[in-house]
């Protein structure tokens, strides 16, 4: 099973600033990797898929990056409706594995 | 536009069956997807439960495997989860989503969730 990690577990940001989350595989998971946002009361979204491509309805200031191990999520200018948990997945092998979260609060 | 419920109980008794369904809008059960299975403990984050395919190829997180059965009906275009032999730590938010093979098996659909209570 591949363990993804995620770090910081809370990021705390002004809006208008630059949040980076970072999570990383126990082993190569190529560019099969996933990012999901979820906020209160609501399910998870896809955000970036294939590591680095945005999905539908996200604007330009999210961006993914990485490949392998090591991968990022940018959120360039965090606006409101960003607050958010974060989470990572990778979807290289089975079972399928999520990251803990990163939480994504106001500073 | 794509669209998927659960349905099920949503208070089970510990020792108890577990029964969620998930029906499908808007897209085939025989497409060229996995349909998956996620839980999420209240306040925690998120597990991979399992998924199948059409055909009734299914894959198990290894952790729950004994107790997980996931089946698929195609003409009711929908796809069912059983937990057997719950106690208070299956007590979570269920979530079916769709594993979506045009994006490599990223999720890309989900359902509202449904809370699954276990207590006697």
């Known amino acids: 099973e591949i363990l993804m990690t995620q770090s910081p577990g809370t990021l705390s940001v002004s809006p208008g600033e630059r949040a980076t989350l970072s999570c990383r595989a126990s082993q190569s998971v190529s560019g099969n990797l996933a990012w999901y946002q979820q906020k209160p009361g609501q399910a998870p979204r896809l955000v970036i898929y294939?590591?680095?491509t945005r999905a539908t309805g996200f604007p330009a200031r999210f961006s993914g990056s990485g490949s392998g191990t090591e991968f990022t999520l940018t959120i360039s200018s965090l606006q409101s409706e960003d607050f958010a948990v974060y989470y990572c997945q990778q979807y290289s092998n089975w079972p399928r594995t999520f990251g803990q979260g990163t939480k994504v609060e106001i500073k | 536009h794509v669209q998927l419920q659960e349905s099920g109980p949503r208070l089970v008794k510990p020792s108890g069956t577990l029964s969620l369904t998930c029906v499908v809008s808007d897209d085939s059960i025989t497409s060229n997807n996995w349909w998956t299975w996620v839980r999420q403990p209240p306040g925690k984050g998120l597990e991979w439960i399992g998924e199948?395919?059409?055909?009734?190829?299914?894959t198990y997180n290894p952790s729950l495997k004994s107790r997980i059965t996931i089946s698929v009906d195609k003409a009711r275009n929908q796809f069912s989860l059983k937990v057997n032999s719950v106690t208070a730590a299956d007590t979570a938010l269920y979530y079916c989503?769709?594993?979506?093979?045009?994006?490599?098996?990223?999720?890309?659909?989900w359902g509202q969730g449904t809370l699954v209570s276990v207590s006697s």
């Open positions: 199948i395919f059409h055909s009734g190829v299914t």
């Open positions: 294939g590591a680095s």
């Open positions: 989503a769709r594993s979506y093979m045009i994006l490599g098996g990223a999720l890309d659909i």
